[in-house]
Structure formats: C-alpha cells, structure tokens
C-alpha cells in the first residue's frame, strides 16, 4: 500500500449489528427535474478558474477555525455532568404519544409500545452512568433505544418512509461522546455528542482514559475526504469503512513503501456495558484524508462538492447516507469549519441576514448581491443549503434533499417528485412540473441566508 496516513483508530473485536430503520418506499420513476437536465452537476462549472486557487478564507482564518472545530469536536470530553437530562429523554417519547404514530408495518403504535419503551429507558435511574467515550465505528443515533421505526401521518395514502421521527443522526466512528446513562437492560447508552445527543448502542462504545484523551487531544486532526474508504488492519483484514467527515487524530505520515501498520484489540471491561479503548495505529490510503484545516480554494470546496453530488438522501443519516443537514457538516468538516447537526441550528452559526419579509424575487437578488460563494448557507424552514455561485442570473445552490412538492391530479396520485439526491439546484426545482404545487417553492420559504466567513 503506497502513500498512506498513520492515524490513530479505535478497535474493538466484536460482532457488528447494523442499525436500520425499516420502512416501505412506493417506487417513484419519471423524468428528472429540468434542474437535473440542465445545469452542470459538476461543482467547477460554477468557479472563476482564474482565481480557484485563491483561498476565500484566509490562512489566520483558517487556523482559528480549526481550533474552534477541534475544542467542539472534544467538548463531550469536557463534560462532568450530562447536557440533557431524564425529563428531556422522557419529553422525546411523550411527544409521540397522542400523535398518529406509524410503524414498518403501516400500523399504529398502541399504548403498550411506549410503555415499553419508558420502562426500557429506565430514567428513574437517570444518570447511571458519567464516563467520557469513544465511537467505535459507524453507529447510529437514536431518539429512543431502538431501531424500530416512527412515523408521523394522518393520510393513509402516503408513503412515509424514509422519515423515521426516531433517526437523530448517523455517527462516524471515533467520535467522542459523553455517556450519561443506560437503558435497562445496557443494550443502548444515552450519549451527548459534539454536535447532537440520544442512545447509541452500548457495543459500539469504548470508555477511554484521561491518558488516552490527552494524547489525543494533543495530536493533529486528519479529516476524510472520501466515502466509503476501507480500513485495514496489518493483515489486509476490513475492520470498517468510514465516510467523508469522519475525524481522526493524525499520528503521521508513513513513507511511500510502507505496509499496513499493526492494530491492537481493546479488550471488553468486566462487568461493564462498554469495552475499555486502546488506541491502535492504523493506515488510511493517501487521497482519502486530509490534515484539519484543508485550504478553502474554490477548487479545493468544487472539489469536495463533487465528491458528494449525486448521492443518496437519507433522513438523519438513515443507512450512512445523508440528509441536508448532515450533507453540509460533512461538506465543510475538511475545511476546519465546524457545523451543528441540524438545520435550525445550522443557519445561526455565521451572521445571519434576514428575508422572512422579503418578496420571492427580491430573497434571490439580495443573495446574489450580497452573499459570498461556499461560504452562504441558504435557510428555509426545515432545510439548509449552500451557495455556490450563479448561472445565467440565478443563484445555484448545493443541497441534498428528497422531493419537489406537487399538487395531486387525482387522489391517488402522490404530493411529490421524488429527487432524493445531493445536486446543484436553481431556488426553483422542478418549477416546470405540471403539476408543481407553488405553495411548496423553495424560493418562498426561504427565510435568511448565513454568511459563514469570519468578520474578524
């Protein structure tokens, strides 16, 4: 293996259980959107190629951002007590009770279910448990300690899926989270993350030590830039793959003819939920990851966009693939520039301009004239997209969602056009449908956009 990264993993030798929700999805076939037919999907088609190597944040910028990215990204670390506590694990469930909640199978939930799952969080015991952790792997994050699915719903003709109400988030592996507390039967820990919290399941977990954390924490940080990127240990064996955003503490560079560098197990602790963790080297091949902060060129941000174009859309990061939200964390991880997890929070996190009040048309000429290209989140209600630049006078975004809304010509037919994919939109898509219903237009809902660059 030529030109690899040494960078420090967790390992733990045991089975792997896949975390899904399940779901049935009506097949959505047509014609794309003229969005999708013609613009370029290609990130570069929008950069000025005379200045794509000049960086739009500057290196002094660049730094202090990736110093604020790596004291958020080990702030659960920090923690001496949980952020949330058992009334807010108990208000997520009770939000569900009197709402017409669906599961895989198209039924309602009864009474019972939620009983058992208010027994199963066993919050009378809340916290029981305080101990700094570590992912140790791909997980899943979760509003109750299950994988069975909730669906919200008053219309029987609907297809639900992929909308799992109990999907918070995927989690990459290494991720550090503070863990406060355990269902009852420690199958699932209820965890703060860096940027959300809920339970995880308890064997995708490793405890780790102040020693480990510190050396950690003094280390460089490697972010990925690929999906899908294998990892494996000195025999050639697959321990994991892990995706773009994933972070890791940067070890150093091995030479050009090195093998893969040996890992070592963590060994479960005795009578604990979690292993205990040991930090192993491992290598990660040259062209997968990147030392935090990644200079932010537009060809370097064209670059990482392309990476991500055309992928799934999964609401809360449902089977590693990725909604709006989780698109955009990911798209600006390499860079240095640490984003929350959701999209309300997402557009607060840069100087917020405000255009609830503005005219359709006047929210698309103030963002031409005053937003600044990759570094613009764009922010209607329940979703956030980037900026990327113009074409033929309007502005073209980057986003990854699931359907353009459409009125129904009969009543069976469906309310949306599927489109389910990372792409590069005009404000409008699909506004050429025939039976593309205005009340849905991304461009009327838009109420700010987020200028992200540092003012100082």
Request: glycine share 8%.
């Amino acid at each position: 293996m030529n030109g690899l990264l040494s960078i420090l993993i967790l390992l733990l030798l045991a089975l792997s259980v896949g975390c899904s929700a399940s779901g049935h999805s009506a097949v959505h076939d047509g014609p794309s959107i003229a969005d999708l037919r013609l613009l370029p999907q290609d990130a570069t088609a929008y950069i000025d190629l005379a200045t794509a190597d000049e960086p739009v944040l500057s290196a002094p910028q660049q730094a202090r951002l990736a110093g604020e990215f790596k004291k958020a990204w080990y702030a659960p670390w920090a923690l001496s007590q949980p952020i949330h506590d058992a009334a807010a694990a108990r208000a997520r469930l009770e939000e569900y009770r009197s709402a017409p909640a669906y599961g895989g199978n198209c039924r309602l939930h009864p009474p019972q279910w939620f009983a058992r799952w208010a027994d199963e969080m066993n919050l009378a015991a809340f916290p029981a448990a305080g101990c700094p952790a570590l992912t140790l792997r791909n997980t899943v994050l979760r509003k109750l300690p299950t994988t069975e699915p909730l669906f919200l719903g008053t219309d029987p003709t609907e297809d639900y899926y992929p909308f799992d109400e109990l999907q918070v988030s995927a989690i990459w592996g290494n991720t550090p989270v503070y863990v406060s507390h355990f269902s009852r039967d420690g199958a699932w820990a209820l965890v703060e993350t860096p940027y959300m919290w809920g339970w995880v399941p308890s064997e995708d977990l490793a405890r780790v030590d102040q020693g480990l954390m510190d050396r950690w924490q003094r280390l460089p940080l490697l972010a990925l830039v690929a999906d899908n990127v294998p990892v494996r240990d000195k025999n050639g064996r697959l321990l994991f793959r892990t995706h773009v955003g994933a972070v890791l503490p940067l070890e150093g560079r091995a030479g050009a003819d090195a093998g893969p560098l040996a890992a070592d197990a963590v060994a479960p602790a005795s009578g604990s939920p979690l292993a205990s963790a040991r930090s192993v080297p491992v290598a990660i091949p040259a062209g997968s990851a990147v030392e935090i902060p990644l200079p932010a060129t537009p060809a370097n941000l064209a670059r990482q966009a392309n990476r991500l174009l055309g992928q799934t859309y999964a609401w809360g990061g449902l089977n590693e693939d990725r909604d709006c939200s989780s698109t955009l964390r990911d798209f600006f991880t390499p860079f240095g520039l640490f984003l929350p997890r959701n999209s309300a929070d997402q557009y607060l996190a840069g100087r917020v301009v405000d255009m609830s009040a503005l005219a359709p048309v006047q929210k698309e000429q103030k963002l031409l004239a005053e937003g600044a290209a990759w570094l613009t989140l764009v922010y209607a209600r329940g979703h956030i997209m980037l900026y990327v630049g113009r074409r033929d006078g309007r502005a073209i975004i980057f986003h990854n969602f699931w359907a353009v809304r459409t009125r129904r010509s009969h009543p069976q037919a469906p309310r949306r056009h599927v489109v389910g994919q990372c792409v590069l939109t005009t404000l409008q898509p699909g506004r050429e449908l025939p039976d593309w219903d205005p009340q849905g237009d991304l461009l009327n809902r838009i109420d700010a956009f987020t200028l992200l660059n540092p003012v100082r």
